[in-house]
């Protein structure tokens, strides 16, 4: 069993910056790729950016050149730097945690979400 914990989350105005971390605590050992989700009102949850252990990443073309996410393996933390952010990516941000097996996604756990706001 894992628990993911978020924290970063926050307002900050359109151009501004935030990094959000994830922890991931238990058994962490069977997660093979994390990952951040976000979810606008009345929007579906969509994903953010991935990253597998050995430090393979995806980003969504929204945010690419924007967001970077990384990953400290020793501390079982994901991270998600928000640069030259704008109102669009006000959401709920989720993180996620699974396996990826030749290239499929399985995503088992997730984090309570934290808000960020963007304001124009």
């Known amino acids: 069993q894992v628990h993911l914990v978020e924290s970063g989350g926050g307002l900050v105005q359109a151009g501004g910056s935030l990094r959000l971390s994830c922890a991931a605590y238990?058994?962490?050992?069977?997660?093979?790729?994390m990952g951040w989700y976000r979810q606008a009102p009345g929007k579906e949850r969509e994903l953010v950016a991935d990253?597998?252990?050995?430090?393979?990443?995806n980003l969504a073309d929204s945010v690419k050149g924007r967001f970077t996410i990384s990953r400290d393996n020793a501390k079982n933390t994901v991270y998600l730097q928000m640069n030259s952010l704008k109102p669009e990516d006000t959401a709920v941000y989720y993180c996620?945690?699974?396996?990826?097996?030749?290239?499929?996604?399985?995503?088992?756990?997730w984090g309570q979400g934290t808000q960020v706001t963007v304001s124009s």
């Open positions: 990253i597998t252990s050995g430090g393979s990443t």
């Open positions: 238990g058994d962490p050992i069977c997660i093979s790729i």
């Open positions: 996620a945690a699974g396996t990826n097996v030749a290239d499929h996604r399985t995503w088992d756990y």
